[in-house]
């Protein structure tokens, strides 16, 4: 395409995606066809008619790395208005022009990102593109989309010459055809009718193709990037021209199928919901949600949740055991010395964690997870173990006591859940007991690491003080008072996002979900 290397050179700064340069490809070939860019959004308005457009791609063209909107207007005498969606569908991007205000048919396409764009697409000119040059991208977008639009975009008295002429031919060829109207494709009715479909109702029909296709779209795929809270209705341009989507719940009181309930969609761990649409050549494609865990995974994290529940379960029997029989009084203050050697195991055992969450064998974030285990490793090795006054605190106690039942709950609840086999009373505990663990268990940390500030700060334990050859300070007892604090932050976030799931595993949705 000739021209567009010193275009591309001009927009590089503003690059931030390959979807990005392949906007911009179109935005390049519609140019080069006559049209101007109006800005972004959806709707032509009056200012948009008035300030006659720009070649160049407008402000912000490339805010929303999930849906992009461009506005077109035709310079030449068919004054045409044109608007340029492109949808991000799992791995695959799908543009589409849509005439605005006018009768003819839109237009898709679909392609996957890697397709033509490769990664090192803010590099050098020769490197951007996969064939090393531009033009195999705009070949593709030419012959699917843009002549597309060209052949639909005809003036009037020739689509009717056209119109006329297709009737003849039909009628010419047999007298049982389907003569066409304007924009509907002839099909001959001695062919059997596509079955489409059918994949709904019949569970061994072809999976690929037209044939056998279902009919349910995902309007919210899982991927990386910005998400759409299905809660908050389906947001304008999120679901491509051409693709289905079926509500299956009853109609609202106003009568209008409007934000889908978030129970008809599938639930988290499954993975049989998958993205189907057509574009203009006829072809689909299918992206799955989320890859199913091997039986060696489940195995694997069946066996590290039975271990940590005993474990806990473990610790736990000790620590009541040791309230009962010597607890009274300040006996307590040695309930540390007859639990340390579990709580310590188990504790820095949850380590793994990390590395389950790193390797995908579960769906959380590897940092978050090191943040969740490191207040408590901070306790245990930080003050537990290195000052020993800091057991006698009253603190002790309770915190052992929430760690140990919180856990055990979770672990039994984790346990089963692998399996889709979680009981009732197991969800109620893991749901319910944190209102009255989490801030007994925050309480008993707080009161625990107080305990040991008068200590450290005498012993000026793991301090560094000036002068030194690195002209540096370090005071353990302020960084442990900087701990303290972030529990102001932090401790409200986890304790709200717990009441939040437990609303969403107990909660009234929960039960009519049961009913249905």
């Given at each position: 395409m000739k021209g567009f290397e010193i275009?591309?050179?001009?927009?590089?700064?503003?690059?931030?995606?390959?979807?990005?340069?392949?906007t911009s490809v179109i935005h390049f070939m519609l140019v080069n066809d006559d049209f101007v860019c109006l800005g972004v959004g959806e709707e032509i308005t009056e200012s948009d008619k008035n300030n006659g457009g720009s070649e160049l791609l407008p402000t912000n063209w490339n805010q929303n790395?999930?849906?992009?909107?461009?506005?077109?207007?035709?310079?030449?005498?068919?004054?045409?208005?044109?608007?340029?969606?492109?949808?991000?569908?799992?791995?695959?991007?799908i543009i589409s022009l849509l005439p605005i205000n006018s009768s003819n048919n839109v237009h898709s396409v679909g392609l996957k990102r890697d397709q033509y764009v490769t990664d090192n697409f803010k590099g050098n000119y020769s490197e951007v593109f996969v064939n090393g040059n531009v033009d195999s991208l705009g070949d593709f977008l030419s012959k699917n989309l843009l002549n597309k639009l060209r052949e639909s975009v005809v003036p009037s008295s020739k689509e009717g010459q056209g119109q006329e002429e297709n009737k003849s031919n039909l009628l010419e060829t047999s007298p049982f055809s389907y003569i066409p109207h304007s924009g509907v494709p002839s099909y001959d009715p001695f062919q059997p009718f596509p079955d489409i479909g059918r994949r709904d109702l019949d569970p061994f029909a072809p999976?690929?193709?037209?044939?056998?296709?279902?009919?349910?779209?995902?309007?919210?795929?899982?991927?990386?990037?910005?998400?759409?809270?299905?809660?908050?209705?389906?947001?304008?341009?999120?679901?491509?021209?051409?693709?289905?989507?079926?509500?299956?719940?009853?109609?609202?009181?106003?009568?209008?199928?409007?934000?889908?309930?978030?129970?008809?969609?599938?639930p988290p761990d499954q993975s049989t919901s998958c993205v189907r649409m057509s574009s203009s050549s006829g072809t689909s494609s299918s992206t799955k949600v989320k890859k199913p865990q091997s039986l060696g995974a489940?195995?694997?994290?069946?066996?590290?949740?039975?271990?940590?529940?005993?474990?806990?379960?473990?610790?736990?029997?000790?620590?009541?055991?040791?309230?009962?029989?010597?607890?009274?009084?300040n006996n307590f203050r040695l309930l540390w010395e007859h639990c340390s050697t579990v709580?310590?195991?188990?504790?820095?055992?949850?380590?793994?964690?990390?590395?389950?969450?790193a390797v995908r064998l579960v769906p959380s974030s590897p940092i978050q997870t090191f943040i969740q285990i490191l207040s408590r490793l901070v306790l245990v090795w930080g003050v537990l173990i290195p000052v020993p006054e800091s057991r006698h605190s009253i603190g002790v106690p309770m915190l052992i006591i929430a760690w140990c039942i919180a856990e055990c709950t979770r672990y039994f609840y984790y346990g089963f859940h692998?399996?889709?086999?979680?009981?009732?009373?197991?969800?109620?505990?893991?749901?319910?007991?944190?209102?009255?663990?989490?801030?007994?268990g925050v309480s008993g940390e707080l009161f625990t690491t107080y305990s040991s500030l008068k200590?450290?700060?005498?012993?000026?334990?793991?301090?560094?003080?000036?002068?030194?050859?690195?002209?540096?300070?370090?005071?353990?007892?302020?960084?442990?008072?900087?701990?303290?604090?972030?529990?102001?932050h932090f401790f409200p976030q986890l304790y709200f996002f717990m009441l939040a799931q437990r609303k969403k595993f107990l909660g009234p949705n929960k039960s009519e979900k049961k009913s249905h």
């Open positions: 275009f591309f050179e001009s927009i590089k700064s503003q690059l931030g995606s390959k979807l990005d340069v392949i790395q999930s849906v992009y909107s461009l506005k077109y207007h035709s310079v030449k005498p068919d004054k045409l208005n044109l608007l340029l969606k492109g949808v991000v569908a799992g791995d695959r991007f999976g690929s193709g037209i044939g056998g296709g279902g009919m349910f779209f995902q309007p919210f795929p899982r991927q990386p990037g910005p998400q759409y809270d299905p809660n908050f209705g389906i947001r304008p341009g999120s679901i491509p021209p051409g693709a289905r989507f079926d509500p299956t719940g009853p109609l609202r009181p106003n009568g209008r199928f409007r934000n889908p309930n978030p129970d008809h969609f599938p489940k195995l694997y994290l069946t066996g590290y949740n039975a271990v940590q529940f005993f474990g806990w379960g473990y610790g736990l029997v000790l620590a009541i055991q040791f309230l009962i029989t010597s607890g009274k009084g709580l310590t195991i188990f504790q820095t055992l949850q380590l793994i964690e990390v590395g389950h969450a692998l399996h889709n086999a979680a009981p009732y009373f197991a969800t109620w505990l893991r749901y319910t007991l944190f209102i009255v663990l989490y801030p007994l200590t450290i700060s005498a012993k000026k334990m793991w301090s560094i003080e000036l002068p030194n050859a690195f002209n540096i300070s370090f005071y353990y007892d302020y960084i442990l008072i900087a701990f303290m604090l972030s529990y102001i």
